[in-house]
């Protein structure tokens, strides 16, 4: 990934002494747990850092295709994409997942918190496990809000909560 953004950065002419190519496929990861095509992404604005990752991102992709290959972010991004664009397709898993379960569901991405409502769209069996105030990953793309907004997403869930620790008794 870090070799192709490089290859990209020159192509675009983004130099790799303005902007690492770590903050680059960096931003273009975050784009993609947003759900954001390239063109997506270069229609949100923002400053010269976010116009040259939209430069970056639109070649990157290019790419990708021209490679083969997915990156990690497009396996969850194009199922998503696949699940919304065939109807078939999401009853068929939907129908297949019957009960999902999520733990530590504080950490999951926009993308991923996606995915799990469309798998769990039919039977709407879905269990998260989750704390709040344990949210670690929002450097990487965990979205608090998907499990602060859960009762909301779903009116009809049971909300458990365990207010005491378990893990460290006293003698811990």
């Known amino acids: 990934q870090t070799a192709l953004v490089k290859t990209c950065m020159e192509k675009v002419g983004v130099g790799t002494s303005v902007f690492s190519p770590k903050a680059i496929l960096n931003a273009i990861s975050r784009a993609k747990d947003r759900l954001l095509t390239a063109d997506q992404y270069s229609g949100t604005g923002g400053g010269y850092f976010e116009e040259c990752v939209a430069k970056v991102y639109a070649e990157y992709e290019k790419g990708l295709v021209e490679n083969n290959a997915f990156d ?14 065939t109807k078939e397709l999401l009853e068929s898993y939907s129908e297949r997942f019957e009960h999902i379960l999520v733990d530590e569901y504080q950490d999951t991405s926009h ?44 009116p009809d869930a049971v909300v458990l909560r365990l207010e005491q620790n378990y893990r460290s008794t006293g003698n811990i």
């Open 72 to 85: 990690f972010d497009d396996l969850i991004m194009r199922t998503v994409g696949l699940l919304r664009g």
């Open 111 to 154: 993308a991923q918190y996606e995915l799990v409502n469309l798998l769990s769209s039919k039977h709407r069996n879905i269990c998260v496990v989750g704390d709040d105030d344990q949210s670690i990953y929002g450097w990487r793309g965990a979205d608090i809000s998907n499990i602060l907004d859960f009762e909301h997403d779903h």
